[in-house]
């Protein structure tokens, strides 16, 4: 019954932000607008989505490591199980269906936390790759300066930032503390993994950096594709912010909630019309769908090619 309340709560999240922008769009200025965007500057946005994934696959191996894994995937392994997570993350409600398959199927990476402590090590990742979001959108703030009135974004990035490492924090702290916490939890704690190599966890940061940079740059290409005077260090007030919506477990793959973050901040920062607000977003999101198809794909052929 929880799953099915989640997964009804998740199509309600989706349809409300879908109607809401529905409410404020004609579709056929829409249609045109995404039509202006070259194919050319599409292909490039699918290219960084992708390296993104891939930045994202040595990631997560460089963060086993700092946890302690001893039998981590080979490269090219983890460069698959992202793209079939991708796939899952995009194509799901919830966005965390990937992430929770691929913990699972790294459990062996573990000595002793086996699946435990590979789905710790995939929430840290999360959580790394959120950080990076409100991080580069301060970069994005301090960037622009005065030039565009951006001082509420900067409770967004104080929050998001704070949030992220409190859970960064608490779950490589999480098994020191067990001994005075409550037994039901105490008993959870001891199984998470604890923080083993600091330079590594410090590698894993800057990785999560550049694969949400890699996504800026895709969002980016997309905008000034549409609106030319958009600078890359002015995309990062609206791309990470956008793109932060896939965290949302209420829609799928932050469709809805994506789509009026680019109408709201790209009309109020770059006095972006509805339709070419609209069609950025789309064309973000075609992008991560075209990309994550890819890992649907990889995942039939290798069920093809394991058949008796």
């Given at each position: 019954m929880?799953?099915?309340?989640?997964?009804?709560?998740?199509?309600?999240?989706?349809?409300?932000?879908?109607a809401y922008?529905?409410?404020?769009?004609?579709?056929?200025?829409?249609?045109?607008?995404?039509?202006?965007?070259?194919?050319?500057?599409?292909a490039?946005?699918v290219?960084l989505?992708?390296?993104?994934?891939?930045?994202?696959?040595?990631?997560?191996?460089?963060l086993?490591?700092?946890?302690?894994?001893t039998?981590?995937p080979?490269?090219?392994?983890?460069?698959?199980?992202?793209?079939?997570?991708?796939?899952?993350?995009n194509?799901?409600?919830?966005?965390?269906?990937?992430?929770?398959?691929?913990?699972?199927?790294?459990?062996?990476?573990?000595?002793?936390?086996?699946?435990?402590?590979?789905l710790?090590?995939?929430?840290?990742?999360?959580?790394?790759?959120?950080?990076?979001?409100?991080?580069?959108?301060?970069?994005g703030?301090?960037?622009?300066?005065?030039?565009?009135?951006?001082?509420?974004?900067?409770?967004?990035?104080?929050?998001?930032?704070?949030?992220?490492?409190?859970?960064?924090?608490?779950?490589?702290?999480?098994?020191?503390?067990?001994?005075?916490?409550?037994?039901?939890?105490?008993?959870?704690?001891?199984?998470?993994?604890?923080?083993?190599?600091?330079?590594?966890?410090?590698?894993?940061t800057?990785?999560s950096?550049?694969?949400?940079?890699?996504?800026?740059a895709?969002?980016?290409?997309?905008?000034?594709?549409?609106?030319?005077?958009i600078g890359?260090?002015?995309?990062?007030?609206l791309?990470?912010?956008?793109a932060?919506?896939?965290?949302?477990?209420?829609?799928?793959?932050?469709?809805?909630?994506?789509?009026?973050?680019?109408?709201t901040?790209?009309?109020?920062?770059?006095?972006?019309?509805?339709?070419?607000?609209?069609?950025?977003s789309?064309?973000?999101?075609?992008?991560?769908?075209?990309?994550a198809?890819?890992?649907?794909?990889?995942?039939l052929?290798?069920?093809?090619?394991?058949?008796?």
């Amino acid at each position: 019954m929880r799953r099915w309340l989640g997964l009804a709560l998740r199509v309600l999240g989706t349809g409300a932000g879908l109607a809401y922008i529905a409410t404020r769009v004609d579709v056929s200025d829409a249609r045109s607008a995404l039509a202006r965007i070259p194919v050319l500057s599409f292909a490039l946005a699918v290219a960084l989505v992708a390296a993104n994934v891939v930045a994202g696959a040595v990631r997560w191996r460089v963060l086993m490591r700092a946890y302690g894994a001893t039998a981590i995937p080979p490269l090219p392994r983890a460069i698959y199980l992202y793209f079939v997570s991708f796939f899952y993350n995009n194509y799901l409600p919830g966005a965390v269906a990937g992430d929770v398959g691929r913990g699972v199927v790294a459990r062996d990476a573990f000595a002793t936390e086996g699946a435990t402590g590979a789905l710790a090590v995939v929430l840290v990742e999360r959580a790394l790759g959120l950080f990076a979001l409100f991080a580069l959108l301060a970069v994005g703030i301090l960037t622009t300066g005065s030039a565009i009135d951006s001082r509420d974004l900067w409770l967004w990035t104080g929050l998001g930032c704070a949030g992220s490492l409190f859970l960064v924090l608490a779950i490589a702290g999480a098994r020191r503390l067990a001994p005075t916490l409550p037994a039901f939890l105490a008993k959870r704690a001891a199984k998470l993994p604890v923080l083993h190599d600091r330079r590594a966890f410090a590698a894993a940061t800057a990785w999560s950096l550049a694969t949400q940079a890699l996504t800026a740059a895709a969002g980016w290409v997309l905008l000034v594709s549409l609106v030319p005077s958009i600078g890359l260090g002015a995309s990062l007030l609206l791309v990470p912010l956008a793109a932060a919506t896939t965290f949302l477990p209420i829609t799928v793959g932050g469709a809805g909630a994506r789509e009026a973050v680019y109408i709201t901040l790209g009309g109020r920062l770059f006095g972006m019309s509805v339709p070419d607000a609209l069609a950025a977003s789309l064309g973000f999101w075609f992008a991560h769908l075209a990309v994550a198809a890819c890992g649907g794909v990889a995942q039939l052929v290798a069920r093809r090619q394991t058949r008796p």
